[in-house]
């Protein structure tokens, strides 16, 4: 996934987990050499946040999910806007975070940016509860979620259920290609 911030026409950044069944991330990992180039194609889609967004964004990001979220903030790093944007990020433990000390400087510098990190195996997954407050705080908001499909399935199935329109909600999925 495309990580650096939008905003940037000099160079793209890519975040990739190792994959034991991905084409791609095996091929990065295992095959791939420093000196050899390889093409990306320029961003593409309708999963973004548009430069004219006026609605509070809650990004809710599981695992590697999280690198959509992080070019988002990096874009907005600076830039005076209206809206608030808050980060729910699931993730296994500590160890398998991404980018902790980025948000944290990130959303120390700008207070329109929240975070917070969800350790699912000492603190238990989000909860339909948990995504009615993250609604009743951010009623109007756009929701961009992205994550495993099972993730995907009962978070879009809770804000579907806290009163959250189909318009208002974006879904990236990751899938291995095999």
């Excluded at 209206?82 to 510098?109: G, K, M």
């Amino acid at each position: 996934t495309l990580s650096s911030a939008c905003n940037n026409n000099t160079w793209y950044e890519i975040t990739v987990k190792r994959e034991p069944r991905g084409l791609f991330s095996r091929w990065l990992f295992e095959k791939h050499s420093a000196s050899e180039l390889f093409r990306i194609s320029k961003p593409s889609g309708n999963y973004y946040l548009p430069d004219d967004q006026q609605q509070d964004v809650v990004c809710l990001m599981g695992g590697i999910g999280i690198t959509p979220a992080i070019s988002m903030c990096r874009s907005l790093e600076g830039k005076q806007r209206a809206y608030r944007l808050h980060l729910d990020y699931s993730v296994s433990s500590p160890a398998e975070q991404i980018a902790a000390e980025e948000f944290a400087r990130l959303s120390a510098a700008d207070n329109l940016l929240t975070h917070r990190v969800r350790f699912t195996r000492s603190e238990g997954r989000i909860t339909q509860s948990d995504i009615r407050d993250l609604v009743k705080a951010y009623p109007n908001a756009t929701f961009f979620l992205c994550a495993g499909e099972a993730y995907l399935q009962t978070v879009s199935d809770y804000l579907r259920q806290a009163g959250v329109t189909e318009q208002q909600i974006r879904i990236e999925i990751f899938t291995p290609a095999v």
